[in-house]
C-alpha cells in the first residue's frame, strides 16, 4: 500500500501581519485562532507524512501535542539567522521507519553576501525495509526574471542534491517537498 505525504507552508506567525495582508481579516491572522485551526486541519488530512514549513517553537509543539498520540514521531529544524521559524516533519511510524535527522544548513551566499539561514531538514527513514531520504526545506525566493546563478533558491536546491550522497550515500529513493517558491517552470523544478 503506497503511503501519503502532505507539505504545507503554515505561515509563520511573526510574518502574518495586517500591513503584509491587508485584505485578511485580523481575527483570521491572530494567533488564538490560527494554530487552533492549523492544528485541526493537519489532524484532518490524516497523512502518513507532514512536512510544515514557517514553522515557530509554538506551532510545532501544538502539532506535535496533537499527532503524538497518533503515532508520529517529528522533528522541528529552526533557520538561521535569527529568523523565527523553521521546517518540521512528521512521520507516522506505524507506516515508516524513523532513522537519523540532518539538518543541511544552506551555504548560498555566494562568497559576495552572508548565508540567508535557510535550511533543509533531511529524516531517513524506512518504507518497507528500503531506506528513503524525505527532505522538507524552504527555498528563498527570487523576483521573476532572476537569472539562475543569480537565485539563492538555485544555489540552495543544487547543493541540496550535491549533499544527498554525503547524507545517506546508501539510498536510492528520495523525495524533496517543502515551499519551493517557484512555479513548475522554473529552473529550480528542472535541476
Same mark, same amino acid.
Given at each position: 500500500?503506497?503511503?501519503? #505525504?502532505? /507539505?504545507?507552508?503554515? %505561515? !509563520?506567525?511573526?510574518?502574518?501581519? =495586517?500591513?503584509?495582508?491587508?485584505?485578511?481579516? @485580523?481575527?483570521? %491572522?491572530?494567533?488564538?485562532?490560527?494554530?487552533?485551526? #492549523?492544528?485541526?486541519?493537519?489532524?484532518?488530512?490524516?497523512?502518513?507524512?507532514?512536512?510544515?514549513?514557517?514553522?515557530?517553537?509554538? /506551532?510545532?509543539?501544538?502539532?506535535?501535542? !496533537?499527532?503524538?498520540? +497518533?503515532?508520529?514521531?517529528?522533528?522541528?529544524?529552526?533557520?538561521?539567522?535569527?529568523?523565527?521559524?523553521?521546517?518540521?516533519?512528521?512521520?507516522?511510524?506505524? /507506516? +515508516?521507519?524513523?532513522?537519523?535527522?540532518?539538518? #543541511?544548513?544552506?551555504?548560498?551566499?555566494?562568497? /559576495?553576501?552572508?548565508? *540567508?539561514?535557510?535550511?533543509?531538514?533531511?529524516?531517513?527513514?524506512?518504507?518497507?525495509?528500503?531506506?528513503? @531520504? +524525505?527532505?522538507?526545506?524552504?527555498?528563498?525566493? !527570487?523576483?521573476? @526574471?532572476? =537569472?539562475?546563478?543569480?537565485?539563492?533558491?538555485?544555489?540552495?536546491?543544487?547543493?541540496?542534491?550535491?549533499?544527498?550522497?554525503?547524507?545517506?550515500?546508501?539510498?536510492?529513493?528520495?523525495?524533496?517537498?517543502?515551499?519551493?517558491?517557484?512555479? =513548475?517552470? *522554473?529552473?529550480?523544478?528542472?535541476?
Amino acid at each position: 500500500m503506497p503511503f501519503s #505525504l502532505t /507539505t504545507y507552508n503554515v %505561515l !509563520a506567525q511573526a510574518y502574518s501581519t =495586517p500591513t503584509r495582508y491587508p485584505q485578511t481579516p @485580523g481575527p483570521v %491572522l491572530a494567533s488564538d485562532w490560527r494554530q487552533p485551526a #492549523l492544528v485541526r486541519h493537519i489532524v484532518a488530512l490524516d497523512t502518513d507524512v507532514v512536512c510544515l514549513q514557517e514553522v515557530e517553537d509554538e /506551532t510545532f509543539v501544538a502539532v506535535q501535542q !496533537a499527532l503524538g498520540p +497518533l503515532g508520529y514521531t517529528g522533528y522541528f529544524a529552526k533557520k538561521g539567522g535569527g529568523k523565527p521559524d523553521g521546517c518540521a516533519t512528521f512521520v507516522r511510524q506505524s /507506516t +515508516l521507519a524513523w532513522g537519523t535527522v540532518h539538518h #543541511l544548513m544552506y551555504s548560498d551566499g555566494a562568497g /559576495t553576501e552572508g548565508d *540567508s539561514g535557510h535550511l533543509a531538514l533531511v529524516v531517513l527513514c524506512a518504507y518497507k525495509g528500503r531506506p528513503l @531520504g +524525505l527532505v522538507n526545506t524552504h527555498l528563498q525566493w !527570487a523576483p521573476p @526574471g532572476t =537569472p539562475p546563478d543569480r537565485q539563492r533558491g538555485s544555489r540552495q536546491i543544487r547543493q541540496l542534491l550535491q549533499e544527498r550522497g554525503r547524507i545517506a550515500p546508501d539510498c536510492e529513493a528520495w523525495i524533496i517537498c517543502g515551499d519551493l517558491n517557484v512555479t =513548475p517552470a *522554473s529552473h529550480v523544478v528542472a535541476v
